[in-house]
């Protein structure tokens, strides 16, 4: 039978990190899931646009909205013909398009209030390969303090602490390319990022501190990101999941998708 509601607008899951990381692979991945179109050869080229497509959870993987459910809801038994739909937004992580893309997205989707009813959720792919490189390792933790900082801003702005930015907009940290030897766990992935955003912290702060010396003025408290009320170090634990999968053969790509499926 046909439910007579009108659907819900889709929600968005925004792809964001570091080139590289594998965001287009799951993109291709997660479309092709959907699609039973046959998964195409991974994409070895650096994205320059951002793409959104529609795809659908497996069916085994529960919908928030779903959990409780009665069992007697036929539409529960049908979800296979009907599955949860959501949508994905593929971003160029280039250091020179982030703020073009990426970021500029991010604060379009949180900008209104109806904006910020589809954006359910941000992934943030890394290449756990990479973060042994000193290089690789900055810039990773300059985007991730970067994402991080538009979203608390946008929370503080509505009056909120720096805690509750955690139910604002969930960030899930993907320590992508696990099926490399050179690859971090994903324990070590957040202690690198960890320290390094710490570091990029310091900083920027330095650097308001300074701008602010000759101006007399204060403040800037605001500009920095934080945890809640005066914790000395940047620690994830509020804000941030993350799991380690491998984007490419799809091995633990079922993790992100039971964490997607928590905010559908
Ligand atoms: P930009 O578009 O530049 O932001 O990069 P991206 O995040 O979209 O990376 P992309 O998906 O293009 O992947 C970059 C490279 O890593 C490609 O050569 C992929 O085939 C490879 N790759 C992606 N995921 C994995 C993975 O899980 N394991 C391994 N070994 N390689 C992967
Ligand atoms: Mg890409």
Redesign the pocket.
Known sequence: FFRAAASPPLRNFLLL?P???????LFSLLESKSSRIPKPE???H??QTSTLTTVALPATVTAASNRYRSVNDSSLLDISKNPVRYRVRDT???GKLRESQGLSQLREMTQSKEARERLRAVVF?VDAAALSEEEALRDTATYLHDVLFVLQKRALDKGKSAAKVAAEVPVLVAA??Q??FTALPAGSVREKLEAEIERVRKFRSKGLMDASAGSGETGGEDEILGNDEGQEKFTFKLLEDEVGS???RGSGVRKWEEWIGMWL
């Open positions: 990190g080139s590289g990381g594998g965001k287009t692979a991974p994409l070895t650096t994205s160029p992580g280039h792919m992508n390319k099926d490399l491998n984007a490419e």
